[in-house]
């Protein structure tokens, strides 16, 4: 591989550390300061959920945790808008992936981006409803917290009803996940964790 390969490489992982500085900016929408919400711990745990879509799915397991992975690479240039300011500003997100990822020695990351984006593919399908079910996640943390503008978007903005958030998930295993998400609290992982008893050596 040639040096100037091994560099483009480096540069853009340098990169993707950067979105840990970007702040995912539904936080003005919901009037919250929390800076552990940002594109790189949103990413993460889309990776996490795309996985087990993929497998509930028969989807491509590893191509759907890329997309996940990928699919936000592009704010580190453009960063976040919410859905007040989408309405503003317009995004060449082409020229950013043209750029960013058709940089790099390998052609794939910039093709699974575009797949991604047609959204045609049922790996692409799966990889976008992580990412709606991981807003979902953080709607519900949020609500647990006593935030009410997270419980109306999870209850629905224009009219409320069951799981309304869930109208944004295409598969049918992201519904059933996403259902489970809207019915646990978000502690309930370590119900059966917790003891006031030191464990004995």
Known sequence: METSDVAKMVQFLFEVGTMRKVARMHRQALFTDDLSDNIATHSFRVAFIGCMLAKMEGADVAKVAMMCLL????????????????????????????EQLGSLPFTDFAEMMQEYRERKTKE?????????????????????QGNKEAASWLAGKSHQRPYAYLDYAKTESAKILGREIYDQNPSDWWNNLYTNKRRES
């Open 71 to 98: 699919h936000d690479t592009g704010e580190s240039r453009t960063n976040d808008h919410n859905w007040i300011h989408k309405r503003y500003v317009q995004e060449d997100e082409q020229q950013v992936a043209d």
């Open 124 to 144: 692409a399908i799966v990889a976008k409803d992580a990412d709606v079910l991981d807003q979902v996640f953080l709607l519900r943390e949020y609500e647990h």
